[in-house]
């Protein structure tokens, strides 16, 4: 059983900065991909960004230049940086990993935090 525990969400005011953190925990080989989504009231959840094992990233157009996707992965840790945060990044941010639970093997299964809410106000 894999587990995500999310934290670093909070309340900011507009051009204000915060850090999410993921941590997974549980059995397994692997974690190919982690990523940030978030899903603001009455809109799909959507990617923000996401890395791979190798440190190659990607980015939503709407925060590149602004957020930072980094990861630890000798603690199984992925981070969101958020700068210049402004108030349409309101949202819930949920973390996304893919792990492979077997050396070897190309399969994988995705897991999701439970979120963590983040309100910026202007």
């Known amino acids: 059983q894999v587990q995500l525990e999310e934290s670093g969400g909070g309340s900011v005011q507009a051009g204000g900065s915060l850090r999410l953190s993921c941590v997974a925990s549980g059995r397994f080989a692997s974690i190919p991909t982690m990523a940030w989504f978030r899903q603001a009231p009455g809109n799909q959840r959507e990617l923000v960004a996401a890395?791979?094992?190798?440190?190659?990233?990607n980015y939503a157009d709407s925060v590149r230049d602004r957020f930072h996707i980094s990861r630890d992965n000798a603690k199984n840790t992925v981070y969101l940086q958020m700068n210049s945060l402004k108030p349409e990044d309101t949202a819930i941010y949920y973390c996304k990993i893919d792990i492979r639970e077997r050396a070897f093997t190309a399969s994988t299964r995705s897991y999701w935090g439970q979120g963590t809410q983040v309100t910026v106000s202007s």
């Open positions: 890395m791979v094992s190798g440190g190659a990233s």
